[in-house]
């Protein structure tokens, strides 16, 4: 240990964000995920959405998991409160309808909401929310409009 007893220690250094090890362990979240596009068919019937899609929420997780100052800074901030939603729309161009997998179909919903829970612990809780309020909106609005949100 390099540190001082009693030094500061910030919450992302605490957990780890910074490391290599989050870095792959992010990268191996993603990937798995995104065979879920796989599963549906998505990624066949539009391979380029579903390129797009593992770009956008790729480069999230690399701009929040790279150590800079904390609270992250607000250009930084943005992109990754943003692209999570993006990611929604080209899941959502992807999928054109829903299939018989009801919203296991939206698997850029999971992995986003994961991104812009490790954005709050980067000191930015307020556009975390703002971003989750995006992605949720974006996935619950296809939801609705499909008609798979319907009563029983």
């Known amino acids: 240990m390099t540190e001082k007893v009693g030094a500061p220690v910030n919450t992302p250094a605490l957990v780890g964000l910074h ?3 989050a ?25 380029a959405w579903w390129v797009l899609s593992i770009v956008a929420l790729t480069v ?14 607000m ?10 939603t993006l990611g929604a ?23 986003g909401t994961i991104i812009l ?3 709050v612990l980067r000191g930015r809780a307020l556009m975390a929310w703002a971003g989750q309020l995006l992605l949720s909106g974006t996935v619950l609005s296809w939801w609705w409009l499909t008609g798979l949100w319907s009563p029983r």
């Open 19 to 21: 490391t290599y090890g």
């Open 23 to 47: 870095l792959v362990i992010a990268g191996v979240w993603t990937l798995t995920e995104s065979v879920r596009a796989i599963v549906t068919g998505a990624a066949s019937r539009a391979p």
């Open 60 to 73: 999230c997780s690399v701009m929040l998991l790279r150590p800079t100052t904390d609270p992250l800074p």
């Open 75 to 84: 250009r930084t901030t943005l992109l990754v409160a943003g692209l999570p």
């Open 89 to 111: 729309f080209t899941n959502i161009a992807m999928l054109e309808s829903p299939s018989s997998f009801g919203l296991y179909d939206m698997w850029t919903w999971p992995v």
């Open 117 to 119: 829970c490790f954005l």
